[in-house]
């Protein structure tokens, strides 16, 4: 009876949300505010009846029902209960489900905390993501309904995709959904101003902190992405370059973009056009790697669904969403205005510069992602161009982007000077550039890319350290005590600061494992030792185990370094019955300045011996620590309390206009 | 025509999105080759296990065999992967595994971890033979016959149903 429920539900919010994508819209263009004020109400009913059907889901995965065919596709009985609940999303009906929860949760919040918004505004903006959810509604219910019952349930279900029993897995889809559909917010934003034509800074001053905030999840989300494909696929990798993983770095480039664009909008009142461009270009983004993960039209480990109707219907609301969007663009937006002027040296340029970069960036995944595509369409075969393009073109965009990081913030708006800035500059260069060299030197390993690596990391940590020393001079006019001037430095700035260094961080931990790491795959049998970067591992045997849902083949190493213990590392195999996959359980001793990584492989000589991967990666935690920062800037931006303070007064604002 | 430019977007989607429409409707797998029909192109590379060995195109004359383009960064090959060691156990044509861009210690690794299907892999660290092959992409099967003239070309993963409907068939006929 709940799986009906739930699916009646969802019958009942796409109900609500064809209401809610209607009535306030037209009451904004009408002036009727009575129509307006449904918008809220509708707005949380939807979120209320989406969750509800997102409930009944659960309790039919807690509760081994397996007459419903997705419970019996994804779950089994042996599967440990927090899996259970996790294996909701593990596959395309659900996580649909959990996408279009997250989308009417941002809807909901956006309710919640925008009442200081005028009325036409808000109603447009929770119009336009009325809109988003009927698609995904229509799209649920008509061709992936999670609900569909069996007429003869199995007595036991097919279990959970191996690859996804992992602590890792239970949060990184709901983490990048929150992002990818966080975007959804800034696009309703942007559409609602280019209908109402009210695009201005105060647009922009209500777009950063939702935009921002979805940063922070979409950033987490990839960083947790990568850090599972590490442990998981046991192959000691980060990221891969596959379409999936574009689908999700696409949009944080452009979002990326965004957040800074935002700001001169919002401060100078320049780049309005372009800026609502990407907000616009960073949810469809969003959709387009929904339709290639989705669609199956790219082959790819993560494409579960393979269902051409599928794909066209998503591929029709794409079209219909991005095509209207850019339509209303390509007709709003040359009435916009330019704003502000600004000289050809000063922080708007950077910041523009800033953009060119990123999207270039983003153009050069897109190609790649799609060129297998288009040469198929175009009847010139299939290919995956895989890392050697990526590598070829991401790190020329890259490096001049590293080299803006650094000189951005430290640029007045409006005019700045060249020659006060590279004075300025000078000396963290010099310094980036000495650090490097010096690094390189005491580790043994004078090769130019990592040089360049190490030098971009300092760079950024140098250039910071130029502009905090500034602020935190005295400024020769009132004394004030160091603490004083520190707490005067806004938080958005402190923010930026703390992202810019996670960047620094990122660079330093992908450098030093490109340019340190260790790899061996070596056959052991019991007793035998291999030694890599002063590390010794014993290998100790194998032995049987058994797990849940899994039986498993556990290896024992001892390591050492310079006779005393490190640690004892227990790789697995596991096979899982069920599903009949074979999977492979890297052990890993995490460690702040390397991780000791072993997985592993086939038993050779009937089990006499194994090959055995063992890795020592230098620094390689700092990758997804920098990420970590880049996400806690992000926070410290969002919280700023110019946002609040903005708040109260822009209700003061509306009292008068009211009056 | 100034706010031509602001269409520019809306036509650039448009065009994506006819491609992406003709990528619903099309069976990725079934692709022409202009090479089909032509002898294979002439090379000598070292085998991936031993730098000191080398291996050229007539080395194989006389003999009906099977070329596998993979690389260790590639995904997709992993997904063909042990269907490929499957059809190695059948023993019914000698498979050559041409490494495509990658680097020695890589290669080896990913075979000594998944199995090796290969009489032999030869090393192509520059992709110069696989761009002489008319290679889109990895993976890519070719079958090669007695007479060094590729009869078979194959893009993408091989597949169970790949197997059987078109190699098999192939390899009979060039057996026969």
Same mark, same amino acid.
């Given at each position: 009876m709940i799986p009906e429920i739930g699916h009646f539900a969802l019958w009942l919010a796409l109900g609500v949300a064809l209401m809610l994508s209607v009535m306030p819209m037209l009451g904004a263009t009408r002036g009727r505010a009575d129509w307006m004020a449904l918008a809220r109400p509708a707005a949380t009913l939807q979120f209320v009846l989406v969750a509800f059907a997102f409930g009944c889901l659960v309790a039919a995965f807690v509760g081994n029902d397996f007459s419903v065919l997705y419970v019996a596709s994804n779950s089994n009985t042996s599967l440990p209960t927090q899996y259970r609940v996790a294996a909701v999303w593990g596959g395309h009906e659900g996580s649909m489900l959990l996408w279009l929860l997250m989308l009417t949760g941002?809807? /909901?919040?956006?309710? %919640? /905390?925008?009442?200081?918004?005028?009325?036409?505004?808000?109603? %447009?903006? +929770?119009?336009?993501?009325g809109v988003l959810s009927v698609g995904f509604l229509l799209f649920l219910l008509l061709t992936s309904n999670p609900f569909d019952r069996l007429a003869n349930p199995p007595l036991d279900g097919r279990d959970l995709n191996p690859l996804l029993q992992d602590p890792g897995m239970v949060f990184h889809p709901p983490m990048l959904y929150m992002g990818y559909v966080g975007l959804s917010v800034a696009f309703s934003f942007a559409v609602a101003a280019l209908i109402g034509g009210n695009?201005?800074?105060?647009?922009?001053?209500?777009? !950063?902190?939702?935009?921002?905030?979805?940063?922070? $999840?979409?950033?987490?989300?990839?960083?947790? &992405?990568?850090?599972?494909?590490?442990?998981?696929?046991?192959?000691? #990798?980060?990221?891969?370059?596959?379409?999936?993983?574009?689908?999700?770095?696409?949009?944080?480039?452009?979002? *990326?973009?965004?957040?800074?664009?935002?700001?001169?909008?919002?401060? !100078?009142?320049?780049?309005?056009?372009?800026?609502?461009?990407?907000?616009?270009?960073?949810?469809?983004?969003? +959709?387009?790697?929904?339709?290639?993960?989705?669609?199956?039209?790219?082959?790819?480990?993560?494409?579960?669904?393979?269902?051409? !109707?599928?794909?066209?219907?998503?591929? #029709?609301?794409?079209?219909?969403?991005? &095509?209207?969007? +850019?339509?209303?663009?390509?007709?709003?937006?040359?009435?916009?205005?330019?704003?502000?002027?600004?000289?050809?040296?000063?922080?708007?340029?950077?910041?523009?510069?800033?953009?060119?970069? +990123?999207?270039?960036?983003?153009?050069?995944?897109?190609?790649?992602?799609?060129?297998?595509?288009?040469?198929?369409?175009?009847?010139?075969?299939?290919?995956?161009?895989?890392?050697?393009?990526?590598? *070829?073109? $991401?790190?020329?965009?890259?490096?001049?982007?590293?080299?803006?990081?650094?000189?951005?913030?430290?640029?007045?708006?409006?005019?700045?000077?060249?020659?006060?800035?590279?004075?300025?500059?000078?000396?963290? $260069?010099?310094?980036?550039?000495?650090?490097?060299?010096?690094?390189?030197?005491?580790?043994?390993?004078? @090769?130019?890319?990592?040089?360049?690596?190490?030098?971009?990391?300092?760079?950024?940590?140098?250039?910071?350290?130029?502009?905090?020393?500034?602020?935190?001079?005295?400024? #020769?006019?009132?004394?004030?005590?160091?603490?004083?001037?520190? @707490?005067?430095?806004?938080?958005?700035?402190?923010?930026?600061?703390?992202?810019?260094?996670?960047?620094?961080?990122?660079?330093?931990?992908?450098?030093?494992?490109?340019?340190g790491e260790i790899e061996r795959d070596v056959k052991m049998a019991v007793g035998d030792t291999t030694e890599v970067l002063g590390y010794t591992f014993t290998f100790r045997g194998v032995q049987a185990l058994m797990g849940p849902n899994y039986r498993a083949s556990q290896g024992t190493l001892?390591? *050492?370094?310079?006779?005393?213990?490190?640690?004892?590392?227990?790789?697995?195999? !596991?096979?899982?019955?069920?599903?009949?996959?074979?999977?492979?359980?890297?052990?890993?001793? *995490?460690?702040?300045?390397?991780?000791?990584?072993?997985?592993? #492989?086939?038993?050779?000589?009937?089990?006499?011996?194994?090959?055995?991967?063992?890795?020592?990666?230098?620094?390689?935690?700092?990758?997804?620590?920098?990420?970590?920062?880049?996400?806690?800037?992000?926070?410290?931006?969002?919280?700023d309390r110019r946002y609040r303070a903005k708040v109260r007064q822009t209700q003061g604002a509306d009292v008068k206009v009211a009056a | 025509m100034k706010s031509l430019r602001y269409i520019l977007p809306l036509l650039a989607f448009l065009i994506l999105a006819g491609f992406l429409a003709r990528g619903l409707n099309l069976d990725p797998r079934e692709v022409p080759s202009p090479l089909i029909g032509k002898p294979a192109p002439s090379f000598a590379l070292t085998r991936l296990d031993d730098p000191a060995a080398t291996f050229k195109r007539d080395d194989m004359l006389g003999k009906v065999w099977m070329l596998n383009v993979w690389a260790s960064w590639c995904v997709a090959c992993?997904?063909?992967?042990?269907?490929?060691?499957?059809?190695?156990?059948?023993?019914?044509?000698?498979?050559?595994?041409?490494?495509?861009?990658?680097?020695?210690?890589?290669?080896?690794?990913?075979?000594?971890? $998944?199995?090796?299907?290969?009489n032999a892999s030869l090393f192509d660290d520059d992709g110069r033979v696989g761009i002489d092959f008319g290679v889109y992409g990895v993976p890519e099967t070719f079958i090669i016959d007695k007479q060094g003239v590729i009869r078979l070309k194959h893009i993408g993963p091989l597949t169970p149903d790949v197997i059987r409907e078109r190699i098999e068939p192939m390899l009979s006929k060039l057996n026969a």
């Open positions: 941002w809807a /909901f919040a956006v309710a %919640r /905390f925008s009442k200081h918004l005028p009325g036409p505004v808000l109603a %447009r903006i +929770l119009s336009v993501m695009l201005d800074t105060t647009w922009a001053r209500w777009t !950063r902190p939702w935009t921002t905030v979805a940063w922070i $999840f979409l950033t987490i989300g990839i960083a947790m &992405g990568s850090g599972w494909a590490y442990y998981e696929l046991g192959w000691g #990798g980060w990221w891969f370059w596959d379409p999936v993983e574009n689908a999700s770095f696409m949009p944080w480039l452009v979002a *990326t973009a965004l957040i800074h664009s935002l700001a001169v909008t919002e401060k !100078r009142g320049s780049f309005k056009s372009w800026t609502v461009l990407l907000a616009i270009l960073a949810f469809s983004l969003s +959709l387009l790697g929904t339709f290639l993960v989705r669609s199956g039209v790219l082959s790819s480990v993560h494409a579960f669904a393979t269902d051409p !109707r599928r794909g066209l219907f998503i591929l #029709g609301f794409l079209v219909f969403v991005i &095509g209207a969007s +850019l339509a209303l663009y390509a007709w709003r937006a040359p009435k916009v205005g330019l704003g502000a002027r600004f000289e050809w040296v000063s922080r708007e340029t950077f910041l523009l510069a800033n953009n060119v970069l +990123l999207m270039a960036a983003c153009g050069a995944v897109l190609l790649g992602t799609l060129y297998p595509l288009l040469l198929d369409a175009l009847g010139m075969g299939k290919l995956s161009v895989g890392p050697p393009y990526f590598d *070829t073109v $991401f790190v020329p965009l890259m490096t001049p982007l590293i080299f803006l990081i650094g000189i951005g913030p430290l640029a007045r708006w409006k005019q700045a000077e060249l020659p006060q800035l590279a004075r300025r500059l000078r000396w963290a $260069f010099g310094a980036a550039l000495v650090v490097a060299v010096l690094t390189n030197w005491w580790r043994g390993h004078l @090769g130019i890319v990592s040089t360049l690596g190490l030098m971009m990391a300092f760079w950024i940590v140098a250039a910071l350290a130029t502009d905090l020393a500034d602020r935190l001079r005295p400024n #020769g006019i009132v004394k004030t005590s160091l603490w004083h001037r520190a @707490g005067l430095i806004p938080r958005a700035m402190i923010g930026m600061m703390v992202a810019h260094l996670g960047i620094a961080v990122f660079i330093f931990g992908v450098t030093m494992v490109k340019s001892d390591v *050492t370094r310079d006779g005393k213990a490190v640690i004892t590392l227990h790789p697995e195999k !596991r096979i899982f019955p069920v599903a009949g996959a074979t999977m492979t359980e890297a052990a890993i001793d *995490t460690g702040f300045t390397r991780d000791l990584y072993v997985s592993l #492989g086939e038993p050779i000589d009937n089990g006499a011996a194994w090959i055995v991967r063992v890795y020592v990666k230098p620094f390689i935690s700092w990758i997804w620590g920098g990420c970590l920062m880049m996400a806690f800037g992000g926070f410290l931006a969002a919280t | 992993r997904e063909e992967h042990p269907l490929l060691v499957e059809f190695s156990k059948r023993g019914l044509v000698p498979i050559y595994g041409l490494n495509y861009k990658d680097k020695r210690p890589d290669g080896q690794g990913w075979l000594a971890r $998944f199995g090796n299907p290969y």
